[in-house]
């Protein structure tokens, strides 16, 4: 799928803050040009030179070595060389070599050249809007830069490492085709230039991902260094030794463990042991349409109820609006939002033990648990779904991860429930309706239950049948990835997902979307849960049986105490003995 593989986003969101400061640079290196073409006198000097293209080699992705910077110092070899060695000497550049000897190397900005000329490229700008821009320019001066690395308080920007890493063949990711992941392969030239080595992507649907990491798991050795996993995968992938626990290979405190929400954290964990590290910490919120609803007079729904009277009340199919959108496909999609929905009625999907965040998880991978679907909350979340029907398009039954965004995003529904990996599809589209009129809010409750935000996302892992030559680079790698920088970086060219409490705080990334802000005051007030879908081995089975069970109730083919009998007796039928 064309959506699926991200074609679109570099034309919908272009690197903000790269074209920003190449912008500048380029403005710098015409002065400079102008300055040297009028008289000799006023020639830039080699440092300057020397500056602009390794700054202008890092944004762009291009290597650097040692002739391409004297070439581009337009100054006497000898010259250029002393200058050079002065500014690594000063610890403005950094080298790397590029063969085992170190004969060969590449040469890159230090984050204290970055910090300086970031510094100098803002004061350049302010200086220009001021004397020439005018009112209008100076007020936007500040969010010019915004999206680059210039806030005090920013995160800097990516460094690469010191050594390349050593990997047969590149480095082997294999990924969700979701948006954040496409940002991620469009941003591989960066990524390549910051870890010394290639990198082949491969990215699958939801299901066939789950397919393509089973039959690699079967081989004698992993064909991918890294791989994306689903969060509700981690137990039995854990349990099936598909991934490798972290504390195996690495000092977990690298990760910085407190930086990361704490749902997201939580659930990359089997046994106390983490499995993975957050990639994507994707709360499923509700979406609505702030001018409708100011229009209509009503107020943001907090209840089932209120979501029902707000449907109802901005259903009106005749003029081409629906109340609703979610995910009611037959399998996965339904499923999904079945256990969600159990959820917001206070009901887990197991018999787990509630505690003052929610229900205990800890302690899942002993296996003594059940599940719980035929129950009275049960019943009220099967109703629920029936009578939501009543307010969504006529092909709700067909609705999955994209398909319920898409008609929001045209302005066609008047909310939708979604994870906040696909706002991108309104929020950079200066055509939907629903750009900048979208307001976030975590699962309405149902009488039993308080608001949450179910937590989604994928985390990043090492297979368990990696070759163990390959297993330290790819720890690097993952750590690369899965980095503060690296996850601003992301957010900068599109993604709307967000593992860590230090990229959502960081100024350049708040200016870009409300939707960090939102989900920020969601994990302090403790909405954010991962408990409805629970990391247990059975899980992928019991949320094809409700996606199979509620779909039939939906179409009514059965009713809605049959779903829930049915559904319960062969997720029972799925438990085995702990192994």
């Known amino acids: 799928m064309n959506v699926m593989?991200?074609?679109?986003?570099?034309?919908?969101?272009?690197?903000?803050?790269?074209?920003?400061?190449?912008?500048?640079?380029?403005?710098?290196?015409?002065?400079?040009?102008?300055?040297?073409?009028?008289?000799e006198l006023f020639a830039s000097t080699p440092n300057l030179r020397i500056t602009m293209h390794l700054i202008r080699g890092h944004l762009e992705g291009r290597l650097t070595t040692m002739t391409s910077l004297i070439g581009a110092s337009?100054?006497?070899?000898?010259?250029?060389?002393?200058?050079i060695k002065g500014m690594q000497e000063a610890g403005l550049i950094d080298q790397r070599p590029r063969t085992v000897t170190g004969k060969s190397f590449s040469l890159h900005p230090s984050v204290q050249l970055l910090d300086q000329w970031t510094q100098l490229t803002s004061r350049v700008h302010r200086l220009a809007s001021s004397q020439f821009g005018g009112a209008a320019a100076a007020e936007t001066s500040d969010y010019y830069f915004g999206g680059s690395y210039l806030s005090a308080k920013s995160i800097p920007p990516m460094?690469?490492?010191?050594?390349?890493?050593?990997?047969?063949?590149?480095?082997?990711?294999?990924v969700h085709g979701d948006p954040t992941f496409m940002v991620m392969d469009n941003l591989k030239r960066q990524f390549e230039q910051t870890i010394g080595t290639q990198i082949h992507q491969r990215a699958f649907s939801i299901d066939r991902l789950r397919e393509e990491t089973m039959r690699n798991a079967s081989r004698k050795s992993s064909i991918y260094d890294i791989i994306a996993v689903d969060l509700p995968w981690v137990g039995g992938?854990?349990?099936?030794?598909?991934?490798?626990?972290?504390?195996?290979?690495?000092?977990?405190?690298?990760?910085d463990p407190s930086d990361f929400h704490t749902a997201g954290w939580q659930a990359a964990h089997w046994g106390g042991?983490?499995?993975?590290?957050?990639?994507?910490?994707?709360?499923?919120?509700?979406f609505y349409r702030k001018d409708l609803f100011a229009q209509a007079g009503i107020e943001p729904p907090t209840t089932t109820q209120e979501l029902l009277n707000a449907a109802k009340a901005l259903h009106d199919p005749q003029h081409g609006l629906h109340g609703i959108a979610w995910n009611a496909a037959r399998g996965t999609a339904l499923g999904h939002t079945v256990l969600m929905t159990l959820a917001d009625f206070g009901q887990p999907i197991l018999d787990l033990t509630p505690n003052a965040g929610g229900y205990e998880t800890q302690h899942l991978a002993n296996r003594k648990y059940r599940f719980t679907i035929d129950t009275p909350a049960g019943l009220q979340a099967a109703e629920f779904l029936s009578e939501l029907l009543k307010y969504s398009p006529p092909d709700i039954l067909s609705m999955s991860w994209y398909e319920r965004i898409r008609p929001y995003a045209a302005g066609r529904i008047a909310m939708a429930y979604g994870y906040t990996l696909l706002a991108p599809y309104f929020e950079l589209d200066d055509a939907s309706p629903a750009k900048d009129q979208t307001g976030y809010l975590p699962h309405p409750a149902g009488p039993n239950g308080v608001p949450i935000a179910p937590v989604g996302g994928y985390v990043m892992g090492i297979p368990a049948n990696l070759p163990k030559e390959r297993v330290a680079a790819a720890v690097e790698a993952l750590l690369v990835f899965t980095s503060p920088t690296a996850q601003k970086l992301y957010v900068q060219n599109g993604s709307r997902?967000?593992?860590r409490y230090s990229v959502g705080s960081d100024p350049d990334v708040r200016r870009l979307s409300p939707i960090f802000e939102a989900v920020d005051g969601m994990s302090w007030r403790d909405e954010l849960q991962f408990w409805p879908r629970p990391p247990i081995p059975e899980i992928n089975e019991v949320i094809q049986i409700c996606g199979e069970e509620f779909h039939d109730?939906?179409?009514?083919?059965?009713?809605p105490q049959d779903a829930l009998r049915r559904a319960q007796e062969r997720a029972d039928a799925t438990l085995s003995p702990p192994p």
Do not use: C, H, W
């Open 553 to 559: 109730m939906l179409r009514g083919i059965i009713s």
């Open 497 to 499: 997902t967000n593992p």
């Open 273 to 286: 042991r983490a499995y993975g590290i957050p990639a994507q910490t994707t709360p499923e919120l509700l």
């Open 74 to 83: 337009r100054a006497p070899y000898a010259t250029a060389n002393r200058r």
């Open 159 to 174: 460094k690469v490492l010191a050594e390349p890493l050593k990997l047969a063949g590149g480095l082997r990711v294999l």
């Open 237 to 255: 992938f854990a349990e099936k030794n598909v991934l490798m626990p972290l504390d195996e290979v690495m000092d977990i405190a690298r990760i």
């Open 5 to 39: 593989r991200g074609e679109n986003f570099n034309q919908l969101m272009p690197p903000q803050a790269k074209a920003n400061m190449l912008t500048v640079l380029s403005f710098m290196e015409d002065l400079g040009d102008e300055l040297e073409n009028s008289s």
